[in-house]
């Protein structure tokens, strides 16, 4: 088992900026890559960003340039930076353990709500 534990949510005006945390615990050796996924209400749930274990990065089109996803492995924590937010940044965010091949699938954490306005 894998358990994840976000934080960092919240309430910012657009422009503004949060980071999100993601720690991670128990059988963390069957981690092979981990991502944030966001939701926002009457939506499908999307990949914002993602990491694997060799350190490659992939960030959906609507984030280039203004997210970073990142890891530190001593803390076993993966972080997102999200600059000039936007409001249509606006959802849950969750973090994503993948212990297998197909992106979406493996642990889950909680989630954390990120509103973006004014």
């Known amino acids: 088992q894998v358990q994840l534990v976000e934080s960092g949510g919240g309430l910012v005006q657009p422009g503004g900026s949060l980071r999100l945390s993601c720690a991670a615990s128990g059988s963390i050796f069957r981690i092979n890559a981990m991502g944030w996924y966001r939701q926002a209400p009457g939506k499908q749930r999307e990949l914002v960003a993602a990491?694997?274990?060799?350190?490659?990065?992939n960030y959906a089109d609507s984030v280039k340039g203004r997210f970073t996803i990142s890891r530190d492995n001593a803390k076993n924590t993966m972080y997102l930076q999200m600059n000039s937010l936007k409001p249509e940044d606006t959802a849950v965010y969750y973090c994503?353990?993948?212990?297998?091949?197909?992106w979406g699938t493996g642990y889950w954490g909680q989630g954390t709500q990120v509103t973006v306005s004014s």
């Open positions: 994503n353990a993948r212990t297998g091949k197909v």
């Open positions: 990491i694997t274990s060799g350190g490659s990065t």
